[in-house]
């Protein structure tokens, strides 16, 4: 099980950019794949980027390929999404999530599939 802090979300222009961080704490962060997912007001929540445990496979939504990268460090157990050429489409509340198991190595794309959600953050887009 991992606890997940989310941080690095604010208010910015169009076309600003951001990196989300998200922290763990608990055993084998490196060991599983991580996801980050969004949800805007009266929206269902969408997988936004993923990657693999080692970090060599990535996942993008189409809606954001090109402008946002998803990396992550293992020794500092932290998954990070820099966000680029931000819209106001992409305001919404941030999430990091873990695959719920470690044979995952291709980062899914279901928000059924990640468990140990933090608590999001904030991104907003104003134009």
């Known amino acids: 099980q991992l606890q997940l802090v989310e941080s690095g979300g604010g208010l910015v222009q169009v076309g600003d950019s951001l990196r989300l961080s998200c922290a763990a704490s608990g055993r084998s962060f490196s060991s599983y794949a991580l996801g980050w997912f969004r949800q805007a007001p009266g929206k269902e929540r969408e997988f936004v980027a993923g990657v693999s445990y080692s970090g060599a496979t990535t996942k993008y939504a189409d809606s954001v390929k090109g402008r946002f990268t998803i990396s992550r460090d293992n020794a500092k157990n932290t998954v990070y999404l820099q966000m680029n050429s931000l819209k106001p489409e992409d305001t919404a509340v941030y999430y990091c999530?873990?695959?719920?198991?470690?044979?995952?190595?291709?980062?899914?794309?279901?928000?059924?599939?990640?468990?140990?959600w933090g608590q999001g953050t904030q991104v907003t887009v104003s134009s």
């Open positions: 999530a873990r695959a719920y198991s470690t044979v995952v190595v291709t980062p899914p794309t279901q928000d059924n599939l990640y468990e140990d």
